[in-house]
Each structure stands twice: as C-alpha cells, then as structure tokens.
C-alpha cells in the first residue's frame, strides 16, 4: 500500500480520532491491515511476554451486533454527559463538537467496514491485579503501544483510527459475539479502520507544554 507523503513529525502531529470523515464504502483490503498489524507488533511488552492478541471483525452481521452493544454503552456515557451538563449549567461548543462526533461513530459503527479489539491474556479484573498498580501498567503498556502503531501505521496508509471503549461496559457480550473466552482474556479498547475521506489534517490544540511538563520538581 503506497504511503502518504508525511514526515515523521507530520504523522505524529496529524493521527487524530476521526469519526465523521472514515469512508464507509471504500473497502479496506486485508492486506493493509496485515501490514498495520505487522508494525504493531514491533511495539515492546513487558518481559518479551507477547501477551497480546488483536480481533480483527470485518463480517458484517458480527459487525452489526456489536454496534448494538456499543450504542447501549454510548446511550449510558451520554446519560452521564447530560447530567455532567446541567451541573455546568451550558455547553463548551468543542466540547459539543467531540460530543456529536462521538454520537455519530455510535450511530454508524456497524458500516465502518473494520472493528480491531485489542485485547490480553488475563484478566485486568483479578483480584492480584486489580489493587496492584504494577500489575495493572505492565499489562496495559504492554498492548497499548502495539495498538497505537497501528493506529500511526493506519494514518501513514490513507486511514483513520480512533481509540474508542465505549463498548467495554458490555465487554463480555461483545466478546462472545467473535468467541473472545471472555472469563481469561481483557479487551480494552475497540478500534475503528476505513479509509479517510481526505487525507489532510490538522495538529490538536493541547494545552501548553509547561502546563503539562514539570523538570526535576513536580
Ligand atoms: C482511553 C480513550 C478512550 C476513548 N474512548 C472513546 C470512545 O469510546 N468513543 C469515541 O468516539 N472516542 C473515544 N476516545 C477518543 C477521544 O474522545 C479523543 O481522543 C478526543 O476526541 C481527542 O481527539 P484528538 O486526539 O483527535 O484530538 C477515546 C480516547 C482515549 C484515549
């Protein structure tokens, strides 16, 4: 699959959460996300322990039942957001902006035409893990820098990504739709793959790095 033409800091500076501009009709060879996943898995885990595994959906009917479950989770955040709302009395209109961004994935996840489940061996929930703050980011970091080198890898080929969990609320139901043995193994997010419409994009407005970034004393 061709690259686009980006530099390093470009790619960087330009892989957003992209919702409303994915293609839904442009299908998505498997052999680009063979490629994508071939680069997320030069990403590090802890103690060589390759303990991830990646669920790759494309069938349209697994699709379509698991849009349902993250609808239902998304009905919930949105609930949450309401009530967030009128304890500020009024809305922040970027924030309005993510917020139909986020509704309309939810309402067209089905047709996005690939669903990537990052998941672990293991569960996030066991007791030993649970209360064990080691436990708990040696697992997380081992998955989450292969996911977003394929996130980076996607963009790199035309493609947009987002990082979504809006579905892990109904985590269980979700894996048994693609036979996940949910009782030993932790999805922890879902991602969403099309091409984009356009490739251009913007830089995030973050906050100030001196807001962020403390040198030598906190
Ligand atoms: C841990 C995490 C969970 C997220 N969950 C969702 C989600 O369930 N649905 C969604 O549409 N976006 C989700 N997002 C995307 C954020 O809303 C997104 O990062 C934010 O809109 C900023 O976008 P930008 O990186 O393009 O600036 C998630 C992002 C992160 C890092």
């Not at 299908?27 to 590090?44: F, G, H, T, Y």
């Not at 479950?69 to 998304?74: A, L, N, V």
């Not at 919930?76 to 967030?84: D, I, K, P, T, V």
Request: with cysteine; proline share 6%; aromatic share 8%.
């Amino acid at each position: 699959m061709p690259l686009l033409d980006l530099t390093p800091d470009e790619l960087l500076k330009t892989t957003r959460s992209v919702r409303k501009r994915l293609d839904l009709v442009k299908p998505v060879p498997m052999s680009v996300i063979d490629e994508c996943m071939d680069l997320a898995i030069q990403a590090p885990t802890s103690t060589y322990g390759e303990n991830w595994r990646f669920m790759i959906v494309t069938d349209p009917d697994k699709k379509k039942a698991i849009a349902e479950w993250y609808k239902k989770g998304h009905d919930l955040f949105e609930l949450r957001q309401n009530s967030a709302e009128e304890e500020l009395n009024g809305a922040h209109s970027a924030k309005n902006r993510v917020l139909s961004s986020i509704n309309y994935l939810a309402e067209n996840l089905k047709d996005i035409p690939v669903l990537m489940i990052p998941c672990i061996l293991g569960r996030l929930d066991a007791e030993q893990v649970a209360y064990n703050v080691q436990y708990q980011a040696t697992m997380y970091a081992s998955i989450i820098p292969a996911v977003w080198n394929f996130m980076l890898a996607a963009r790199a080929r035309g493609m947009g990504t987002c990082w979504t969990t809006l579905h892990l609320p109904f985590e269980r139901e979700v894996g048994k739709i693609v036979g996940i043995p949910v009782e030993e193994v932790t999805q922890i997010a879902m991602i969403p793959v099309a091409f984009t419409l356009g490739t251009k994009f913007k830089a995030a407005a973050r906050r100030p790095l001196n807001e962020v970034m403390r040198l030598n004393d906190w």
